[in-house]
C-alpha cells in the first residue's frame, strides 16, 4: 500500500492575524507556523495506522519554499517514511493540486489523503481538483476510512445520518475529525525525522484566481451583560431586538 | 450566456440552502443580464421545482437518475460540465456543504474554471469579478478576483438572504441522456438521529455546553432547553474528547464549523479554536460564572453565573415566550 499524504503549513491558531503590502499579503513576522491540523491529526495519523497495520510506504508531500522544512520534519518525526517539496510558490489551491498531480501522476500511489481544509484559507478544494487532474474518485469530509476487499469504505456525514462509502483504489480522500487520534511525535521519531530524506522537486503552480486584498472583521461591539436574577429579560432582547427566537 | 444554479433537493423541495444559492445566483444574472439556470438533480415535483421561479431563476433543468442518487464527485463533475457547455454558463453557483465541497474543486480544475469557496457577499463587478469570502477560520475577509472565463463560486450557507420576486421558472426534463454518468463510488445511507433531533450543520439555533457542566449526566437541562426553542445541541472539544457528548457534536476549529442565527454557549470558556467554529453565527449568548472568560470578548448577550440556576430559568422563560404567541 502506497500512501501519499498532501501536507501544507498554517498559522498556530492563536497567531495574531495581521497583513502588509496595503492589505495584500499575510504578515507572517513572529507567526509560528504548524502542520494544518486537518492534514496532521486525522490524514496523516491514520496512513500510518494503515501502514502499520497492512505494510507499506507512507510518504508526505508539500508544495513551497524551504521555509517549509519545520514542518516537513514534524509529518517524518510522526511517522511518514519520506518526504517531497515541491519548490513552487503556489497562489491558489489549483496552484497546489496542479504541482502535486504533476509529480504524482506516474508514481502508482494506491492512496492519496489531504485534510478536509486548511485553517488559513478554509476553501476545501486541493483535494478535489488533485482527484479530478489525476482521473481518480475522490470523496471528501470522510471521518471513518478502513480498507476492505481492495477497496476503501468511508463514513461521511449526511442529513440525519451517515454515508457509508465504498470507492475503488486508487483515489483521493479528504479527512476529517474522527478519522484518526492525533499522535505526539515521540524522541525516537524526532531523532530519525533528522535524517530521514525529503526529496526536493521542481514544479510549477499555475493560479486561477488572486488575492485582491485582506481585510478584518469589523470590531465586535460589546457584550451586553444580563443579570442572572433577570433572565427573563434576555429573552425579550432576543426575540425583540436580536429577533432570533 | 447564462448563470447556472447547482441546486440540491431533499424530502421533494428545495434545500433552504439552495435557495439561497438561486437567490444569489439569479442576482448576479441580472446584473451580467444574463439568464438564471437552476440544475435541479434530485426527486421533486415540477411544481415545487418552478417555486425556483419566486427566488428569481428562468428556468429549471431537472435530473433524476439513480447515477445521482449519492454525491458521487465524478458523475455529478460531468454532469455538470455538459450542462455548462449546453446552457453556454460563464457562472457557476454551488452551496459551500458537502456536496459543494466534493464537485466545484472537480469543476474547476476540469473547466480551468477559477473558484472561491465559501463566498459571503455578492461578488464585486465594479472592478473585475471579485468575491468575498472569510479566510483564517473567520478571523479575516479575502477578497478574491476570478479571471478565467468560467467563474464558480460556492455560497456560504446562512450568509446572504434570499430575496423574492414574482417571477415563474419554467421546469424542463434534462435533455441528453443521464445513463452515461456512472458513478465510481457507490454509498449507502444510515440514519442515526433520533426523531425530532435537529441536524446541527444547518440548525438555526444552536444550544452548546462545555466542562463548566462538571458531567455527562447534566446534560438533561441542555437537551431541555434545546427542546423548547427547537435547537440542536453542541458541544466543545474537551467535552467530546472525553466523550461525554458524541463526536459530531464538537463545534470548532478541528470539529464542525456553524453558522445558526443564534448560538447559546454554556460553561464554555471561549479558547480561540472553539470561536473559530462558531464566529460566523449571528448572535452569541454566553452564560459562564468566570466574568473573565474569553468567550464574553465575542458575545452579543452574556449572564455571568451558574449554569445549574440560569439554565432552567431560561427554559422556562423561552416556554412562557412561547405558550404567550
Not at chain 1, 517549509?68 to 489549483?94: H, N, Q, W, Y
Not at chain 1, 503552480?205 to 488575492?211: D, G, H, N, R
Not at chain 2, 457562472?91 to 474543486?105: I, M, R
Request: glycine letters at 8%; charged letters at 20%; aromatic letters at 6%.
Amino acid at each position: 500500500m502506497k500512501i501519499l499524504v498532501c501536507i501544507s503549513q498554517a498559522p498556530d491558531t492563536t497567531s495574531k492575524i495581521s497583513f502588509i503590502d496595503n492589505d495584500t499579503r499575510f504578515n507572517d513576522d513572529k507567526v509560528q507556523f504548524i502542520v494544518n491540523p486537518y492534514d496532521e491529526w486525522y490524514a496523516l495519523v491514520r496512513a500510518l495506522e494503515i501502514k502499520e497495520s497492512l505494510g507499506g510506504h507512507v510518504s508526505a508531500i508539500s508544495v513551497g519554499g524551504p521555509a517549509l522544512e519545520t514542518v516537513i520534519r514534524k509529518v517524518l518525526a510522526i511517522g511518514a517514511d519520506d518526504a517531497i517539496r515541491i519548490d513552487a510558490e503556489p497562489s491558489d489551491s489549483f496552484g497546489v493540486a496542479s504541482a502535486i498531480a504533476e509529480y504524482a501522476k506516474d508514481k502508482g500511489y494506491d492512496l492519496i489523503l489531504t485534510g478536509k481544509e486548511t485553517i488559513d484559507y478554509n476553501g476545501s478544494e486541493v483535494g478535489g481538483m488533485l482527484a479530478e487532474l489525476l482521473g481518480l474518485p475522490f470523496v471528501s469530509l470522510a471521518s471513518k476510512l478502513d480498507l476492505s476487499e481492495g477497496k476503501v469504505v468511508l463514513e461521511t456525514a449526511a442529513e440525519g445520518g451517515l454515508e457509508i462509502v465504498t470507492a475503488p483504489l486508487p483515489c483521493v480522500i479528504s479527512a476529517a475529525k474522527g478519522m484518526a487520534e492525533a499522535r505526539i511525535p515521540n524522541m525516537r521519531g524526532i531523532m530519525a525525522a533528522r535524517t530521514k530524506p525529503i526529496e526536493v522537486a521542481a514544479g510549477n503552480a499555475p493560479a486561477l484566481v488572486q488575492i485582491k486584498k485582506f481585510s478584518l472583521p469589523a470590531p465586535k461591539s460589546s457584550v451586553k451583560l444580563i443579570d442572572p436574577e433577570n433572565v427573563e429579560q434576555l429573552v425579550e432582547l432576543l426575540h425583540n431586538e436580536a429577533k432570533v427566537i | 450566456m447564462s448563470v447556472l444554479i447547482v441546486a440540491e433537493i431533499a424530502k421533494g423541495a428545495f434545500r433552504k440552502s439552495s435557495l439561497e444559492a438561486i437567490s444569489y445566483g439569479s442576482r448576479i444574472a441580472s446584473k451580467l443580464e444574463m439568464n438564471a439556470i437552476v440544475l435541479a438533480i434530485g426527486t421533486a415535483a415540477d411544481a415545487q421545482l418552478a417555486l425556483a421561479g419566486n427566488y428569481g431563476a428562468a428556468k429549471v433543468i431537472k435530473v433524476d437518475h439513480p447515477n445521482f442518487q449519492h454525491p458521487d464527485s465524478g458523475a455529478y463533475t460531468a454532469l455538470i460540465a455538459d450542462v455548462v457547455a449546453s446552457t453556454q454558463s460563464s457562472v457557476v453557483l454551488f452551496t459551500h456543504d458537502n456536496l459543494g465541497k466534493a464537485v466545484a474543486p472537480r469543476l474547476s480544475a476540469r473547466l480551468r474554471a477559477g473558484l472561491v469557496s465559501g463566498a459571503t457577499a455578492l461578488p464585486d463587478l465594479s472592478e473585475g469579478f471579485v468575491v468575498q469570502k472569510n479566510v483564517y477560520s473567520g478571523k479575516a475577509m479575502a477578497a478574491i478576483a476570478i479571471t478565467t472565463p468560467v467563474k464558480i463560486i460556492s455560497l456560504m450557507p446562512n450568509s446572504v438572504s434570499p430575496v423574492l420576486s414574482q417571477g415563474t421558472a419554467e421546469v424542463e426534463a434534462f435533455s441528453g441522456s443521464a445513463d452515461g454518468y456512472k458513478p465510481q463510488t457507490s454509498s449507502r445511507y444510515e440514519h442515526t438521529e433520533r426523531d425530532g433531533e435537529i441536524s446541527l450543520p444547518e440548525a438555526e439555533l444552536v444550544v452548546s455546553a462545555g466542562r463548566g457542566l462538571k458531567g455527562p449526566e447534566n446534560w438533561g437541562m441542555i437537551e431541555e432547553l434545546a427542546g423548547v426553542l427547537g435547537a440542536a445541541t453542541a458541544c466543545s472539544r474537551p467535552v467530546s474528547d472525553i466523550g461525554w457528548r458524541p463526536h459530531h457534536e464538537h463545534v470548532g476549529q478541528t470539529g464542525l464549523a456553524i453558522r445558526p442565527n443564534l448560538y447559546i454557549a454554556i460553561g464554555i470558556s471561549g479558547a480561540i479554536q472553539h470561536l473559530a467554529g462558531v464566529n460566523g453565527s449571528k448572535v452569541i449568548v454566553v452564560i459562564n460564572k468566570d466574568p473573565e472568560a474569553p468567550f464574553f470578548k465575542a458575545a452579543d448577550y452574556g449572564i455571568v453565573g451558574d449554569a445549574f440556576e440560569i439554565v432552567p430559568k431560561l427554559t422556562a422563560a423561552i416556554k412562557k415566550l412561547k405558550s404567550a404567541n
